[in-house]
């Protein structure tokens, strides 16, 4: 009875818990009869089935006969040629001739491998899973009176998967076999280094344009992953750097991150719209466990079209880069988390003593402490019928050099705002004054802060919080040339001479 042996291990074997999916057998443990009955029938139960996935249950064998310690197997035609001779089920268990299991080489160490592969071999052949009797619908996210019921059962091994892959757990092999859920879902969480504050990953940083930026993201996984598919999509402000991508995992929580075989492990695509995705390859996945960690990392520059913001937080003036994952049957989408890189601004008001707008003022701006001059690109000219301002905004490596400009120039209404600076002290320099006023002999200096601009070190009120307000005087109007002396004698002069004429008229009518 050598061969009846080893299907008695076989059971045992298939009845222990898999790590992605389970292999559940229903038998019928009163009865000592030498083959089974028609109306031997098994009951398989999920409790605490979770919401929106789908449950899938496979038989594989059919149990034909026993007689209380062995048993008689054989495979379900569906999966006759998973343990065919191009079969990948056949490295774990063979078949005789007429489909009855031989011999088996099941163990701890390859049973969740085993359970994977016969999962993707149930997919890609569209073997037609068991219903379940009635429709139920899971309230909750993780609920505990729902459940979901197959009864009417032929006895044999059964392979039970849910749409987001992962265990589900063997509790008894009687007639009524009992299946608590497990299911636990992955989640990500997302970073950006901030490297003005601890230089760790946090969910918001600040910088300038032109400036590279750093972003991990952290998969925990879930019990059984499978299909995971990393989404990710950055706001147009940031150009994301393909060559930076980098894959690491650990299963010890302890322990380093190692990298990860990329052209073993992931695939680098582009779907819906997503700046990137990364497919994570099943044989990967299927040497993960449940609380292993993966490590995404890449980098991005703050490019030119980035919004600027004066306070943090400020609605519209984001730049976001959002990640989730899909996995599963259905690709369920696990928890978003994004991030938010912060760029600044403000904008010089140029008036007179009256608060009237000068134009024709020429100025320059350098970092505090730093002589270079920054270079600027216009974004748009002043536009009075669109109440648009004149807006510059710092230069990149990549701008055309003919478009950069150290001198900016203020137009009728005086005001230009900058674009894309960081946190930081500036100094406004004005190189020419428009004419008639007298131009500035010291720099302004202007720090930027989250919450708005210190000028000459006084803060900015709401809600002119981004406002530089720089004032030009007139000069003193002086005495013409020549002083009123002259004026006298010019006077003085043209007297006597009316005076001599009219004695000359005089002393003429008189003789």
């Not at 600027?376 to 004149?390: P, T």
Request: with cysteine.
């Amino acid at each position: 009875m050598k061969l009846i042996k080893k299907l008695t291990t076989i059971l045992f074997t298939f009845m222990m818990v898999l790590s992605a999916t389970t292999m559940v057998f229903a038998d019928e443990t009163a009865s000592q009869t030498s083959g089974v009955s028609s109306t031997d029938k098994g009951t398989l139960t999920i409790n605490g089935a979770l919401k929106d996935e789908d449950y899938k249950v496979y038989r594989i064998f059919d149990l034909e006969s026993y007689n209380g310690t062995n048993y008689s197997y054989k495979v379900v035609d569906a999966w006759n040629n998973f343990f065919g001779t191009t079969g990948e089920g056949k490295t774990y268990i063979t078949l005789d001739t007429d489909g009855y299991i031989q011999t088996n080489s099941l163990n701890d160490t390859n049973k969740a491998e085993f359970a994977q592969k016969a999962l993707k071999y149930a997919k890609d052949n569209s073997v037609t899973a068991i219903a379940a009797d009635g429709t139920i619908t899971v309230t909750d996210a993780r609920p505990t009176a729902n459940t979901i019921t197959y009864s009417n059962l032929p006895l044999g091994y059964y392979l039970v998967d849910s749409s987001v892959g992962t265990l589900c757990s063997l509790n008894t092999t009687n007639l009524n076999a009992t299946i608590n859920e497990k299911n636990s879902v992955p989640t990500v969480k997302k970073g950006v280094r901030n490297a003005n504050t601890t230089d760790a990953f946090e969910q918001s940083n600040h910088t300038e344009i032109g400036q590279v930026v750093e972003f991990e993201t952290i998969i925990t996984v879930g019990d059984g992953p499978e299909n995971y598919i990393l989404h990710d999509k950055m706001d147009e402000g940031l150009t994301y750097d393909s060559s930076s991508l980098k894959v690491e995992y650990k299963t010890d929580t302890s322990a380093a991150f190692g990298d990860v075989d990329a052209a073993k492990y992931f695939t680098p695509t582009v779907t819906d719209g997503d700046t990137f995705d990364i497919k994570f390859e099943q044989t990967f996945l299927n040497t993960l466990k449940k609380g292993n960690l993966i490590r995404v990392t890449y980098k991005a520059t703050l490019n030119g079209n980035a919004n600027s913001t004066f306070v943090t937080g400020a609605t519209n003036h984001d730049n976001k880069n959002t990640t989730h994952l899909t996995y599963g049957d259905k690709s369920t989408s696990s928890n978003n988390s994004e991030t938010n890189t912060l760029t600044f601004s403000f904008y010089i008001n140029k008036v007179n003593d009256e608060g009237t707008g000068l134009k024709d003022a020429v100025f320059t701006i350098n970092r505090k402490n730093e002589t270079e001059k920054v270079e600027l690109v216009k974004v748009h000219d002043y536009d009075a019928v669109n109440n648009k301002m004149l807006t510059y905004r710092l230069a990149t490596q990549n701008d055309d050099p003919n478009n950069k400009v150290t001198k900016i120039t203020t137009p009728d209404d005086g005001q230009i705002r900058m674009l894309g600076l960081n946190l930081g002290v500036y100094e406004i320099t004005e190189e020419s004054a428009p004419k008639g006023y007298n131009k500035l002999t010291k720099a302004v200096s202007v720090e930027i802060k989250e919450h708005g601009v210190v000028v000459n070190g006084t803060n900015a009120t709401f809600p002119k919080i981004s406002e530089v307000k720089i004032v030009n005087k007139t000069g003193t109007v002086l005495p013409s040339t020549g002083g009123m002396g002259t004026t006298i004698m010019y006077i003085v002069g043209a007297a006597l001479l009316i005076g001599s004429g009219v004695m000359l008229i005089t002393k003429k009518n008189a003789k």
